[in-house]
């Protein structure tokens, strides 16, 4: 996944977005750190100090910093025009910019962004590693609720069963993200049915998703990967014409099944991969936050280290 220099993108034709950026790389400076908080919004940078641990202080801060670049990237909107609220279920979305949806996500090494525009879009990373502390018999039986009986057979009928299961849970995660429902949604009514082994060199777009059991829900796209040997993500959009709206999140009304067939094909016509971020294009953002000082530095430096 090379990286790919944003100023040679023609913005005006940017419809979507898949981006990534690799935490474990980034070792950050002071003057690294105080410039990442000078670029966001003060309860941004508040939230980021609570973290104990520098590892998701890193990965929280890489993920406010993308959110803001893409929207940059997209619009032109200078960095101090961009500003992000949250709804009750505490999903970020944009103030006065109604035509995009963006979704940021992360864990393991990676923090990973979608956006689209017009369209609701959900994305989840997870990395495959083992669970600590716990065998693999009794963290699924402590997650058994969490998928549906087909799901199970799946899971449990794969050549890498953990893998499998982290790849389902992206499937969830990315769906429930890009409704916006939250916790609120019992994960047994949604059931997933893939088709196709992960791979690292392309989406994997044939996965079908149920509702309640039995209606297929056609207006939804799932984008699957590998993002490396050791992490996979997961992107759900609604590819719909105008999906995106307030009314619409949470709802959804199915489309035809050649709609969806055309949809499938467009999709492997825009060749959709992800552009790995250096971080000079995230700290190349302009200072909105003037009241950052040594402080920041300090906190950021005092949390404990631990490995990702």
């Given amino acids: 996944m090379p990286a790919k220099i944003l100023s040679r993108?023609?913005?005006?034709?940017?419809?979507?977005?898949r981006w990534a950026f690799n935490c474990k790389l980034w070792k950050p400076t002071a003057a690294e750190w105080l410039q990442a908080n000078r670029c966001i919004q003060g309860e941004e940078m508040q939230r980021i100090e609570r973290f104990v641990f520098q590892s998701p202080a890193i990965s929280a801060m890489v993920g406010r910093l993308l959110l803001r670049k893409s929207v940059q990237t997209v619009t032109h909107l200078e960095n101090k025009s961009i500003h992000f609220l949250r709804t009750s279920e505490g999903r970020p979305y944009l103030k006065d910019v109604n035509d995009l949806d963006v979704n940021v996500s992360h864990h393991g090494d990676w923090v990973v962004l979608a956006l689209e525009r017009n369209h609701q879009v959900g994305i989840d990373v997870m990395s495959l590693n083992r669970p600590i502390n716990i065998s693999i018999e009794e963290y699924?039986?402590?997650?058994r609720r969490q998928f549906t009986l087909s799901e199970w057979e799946q899971i449990k009928s794969a050549d890498n069963s953990l893998h499998e299961f982290y790849r389902f849970w992206c499937l969830k995660e990315s769906y429930v993200k890009a409704t916006g429902v939250g916790l609120n949604l019992d994960l047994q009514k949604i059931s997933f049915k893939v088709?196709?082994?992960l791979s690292a060199d392309c989406f994997v777009i044939s996965t079908e998703m149920r509702l309640d059991g039995s209606v297929e829900a056609s207006d939804w796209l799932f984008e699957e990967k590998l993002l490396d040997s050791n992490h996979c993500v997961a992107v759900c959009t609604n590819p719909s014409p105008?999906?995106?709206s307030v009314s619409a999140v949470g709802s959804s009304t199915a489309q035809p099944q050649e709609n969806y067939d055309s949809l499938?094909?467009?999709?492997?016509k825009q060749q959709k991969s992800f552009t790995v971020i250096p971080t000079s294009d995230l700290l190349s953002l302009e200072t909105?936050?003037?009241?950052v000082g040594v402080d920041a530095w300090n906190n950021f430096n005092n949390k404990t280290f631990s490995s990702r």
Wanted: hydrophobic share 35%.
């Fill in 140 to 143: 699924f039986h402590l997650m």
């Fill in 242 to 244: 105008s999906s995106l």
């Fill in 9 to 17: 993108m023609d913005t005006q034709s940017i419809k979507w977005l």
């Fill in 264 to 268: 499938r094909t467009n999709h492997r």
């Fill in 195 to 197: 088709k196709e082994k």
């Fill in 288 to 291: 909105i936050n003037f009241n």
